[in-house]
């Protein structure tokens, strides 16, 4: 649904560009919406109704955004989405939305793995030195892994960076057995 949903995501962030809209209101906005969307089966299920008029399920999207109060772009946008029948793939679209725009922006989605909870010193320095070495800004997420033994393994897209102590010992093996 990729080739689908990155179309849609890459006008999108056209949009939100050239209208110079603050992008974590942008993301508000939709993930406001995305959390009426999932709380209602009800509302899903006329939206996601082949056989309901797209100009009634607008009507209802315009009703709705008196009470999230959207921008007119993210209003329209999915407007968009409702008249080509795509919010059957709405999680996909916002997905690649969020991807395009961290691109855009310069932003790296990293995840952090480590042994313990880090302290903010700690997730700081870490921040900045994946910062550093990718040029970006850098978004992370952090995760706990016992098994880790020490230290951290840092993922940033399909780049993973083994800094953990059961990572050095199986490189070490690796060493002594080759």
Request: hydrophobic share 45%; net charge negative; glycine share 6%.
């Amino acid at each position: 649904m990729a080739a689908v949903a990155a179309p849609y995501a890459r006008a999108f962030a056209d949009v939100v560009l050239e209208a110079h809209l603050n992008t974590n209101d942008v993301q508000a906005q939709l993930d406001n919406f995305v959390a009426v969307w999932w709380e209602s089966d009800d509302l899903r299920e006329v939206f996601l109704d082949p056989t309901f008029p797209a100009g009634q399920k607008v009507s209802i999207l315009d009703k709705l955004n008196e009470r999230l109060g959207m921008s007119q772009q993210v209003r329209n946008f999915l407007a968009v989405l409702i008249q080509h029948d795509r919010l059957d793939i709405l999680s996909e679209i916002l997905s690649e939305y969020r991807r395009e725009m961290d691109s855009r922006l310069g932003i790296s989605e990293v995840q952090v793995t480590a042994t313990r909870p880090l302290e903010a010193d700690e997730r700081h320095g870490i921040e900045q030195r994946v910062a550093a070495m990718t040029g970006t800004q850098v978004r992370a997420q952090y995760f706990e892994d016992k098994s880790l033994l020490g230290g951290v393994v840092v993922r940033v897209g399909s780049t993973v960076y083994d800094g953990s102590v059961r990572g050095r010992l199986e490189r070490l093996r690796k060493q002594l057995a080759g």
